[in-house]
T-cell receptor, first 113, second 118 residues
């Protein structure tokens, strides 16, 4: 149990589908993050939420839409994705302002067909 | 420009031997943090060790130690007495002083795949 839970673990979706990835943290952290991990590429930061406010959006296409309803939950809404969006999507949380890294979830492996 | 560089895409190590994973970084900040994570085939990222830029001693956590050479901007991970379960991807990361009071932004290197041979 990592303290950060991501669902689903695996997702296959068509390019016209709409789906959502869910992340939940049980650590009392106040910052949450979405990262994308593609094959043979470094982890790419997509979104940062701190105190439930989005503070980072790294030029992510609008077909990815994050939502953070409270400090414990983070969603990534997906629509009209492309095959190149197939990747491992990792959620992480941290305590803001503290010199520690992240606690990661196990990720959602997304395949767009 | 790439801020975190891991020059070893993959390496083999014999069980019970030590292995050093290289990491160099680039920053103009005086205050920063360096991290190593392990990613097994299951996908989750597991925090291993942390080194602050002002820490005078090298960090150690069990079989993991960080060889921090600030002037050379390197933060190599040393795994002693390798075990079969150490086979995984290893990522070096740097925390930037991105937000003063909220959030931490970690930038990751490309990773090194380690395979421990029995």
């Amino acid at each position: 149990e990592t303290g950060v839970t991501q669902t689903p673990r695996h997702l296959v979706m068509g390019m016209t589908n709409k789906k959502s990835l869910k992340c939940e943290q049980h650590l009392g952290h106040n910052a949450m993050y979405w990262y994308k991990q593609s094959a043979k590429k470094p982890l790419e930061l997509m979104f940062v939420y701190s105190l439930e406010e989005r503070v980072e959006n790294n030029s992510v296409p609008s077909r990815f839409s994050p939502e953070c309803p409270n400090s414990s939950h983070l969603f990534l809404h997906l629509h009209t994705l492309q095959p190149e969006d197939s990747a491992l999507y990792l959620c992480a949380s941290s305590q803001a302002g503290v010199n520690y890294g992240y606690t990661f979830g196990s990720g959602t492996r997304l395949t767009v067909v | 420009a790439q801020k975190i560089t891991q020059t070893q895409p993959g390496m083999f190590v014999q069980e019970k031997e030590a292995v050093t994973l290289d990491c160099t970084y680039d920053t103009s900040d005086q205050s920063y943090g360096l991290f190593w994570y392990k990613q097994p085939s299951s996908g989750e990222m597991i925090f291993l060790i942390y080194q602050g830029s002002y820490d005078e001693q090298n960090a150690t956590e069990g079989r993991y130690s960080l060889n921090f050479q600030k002037a050379r901007k390197s933060a190599n991970l040393v795994i002693s007495a390798s075990q079969l379960g150490d086979s995984a991807m290893y990522f070096c990361a740097m925390r930037e002083a991105y937000f003063k009071a909220a959030g931490n932004k970690l930038t990751f290197g490309g990773g090194t795949r380690v395979l421990v041979k029995p």
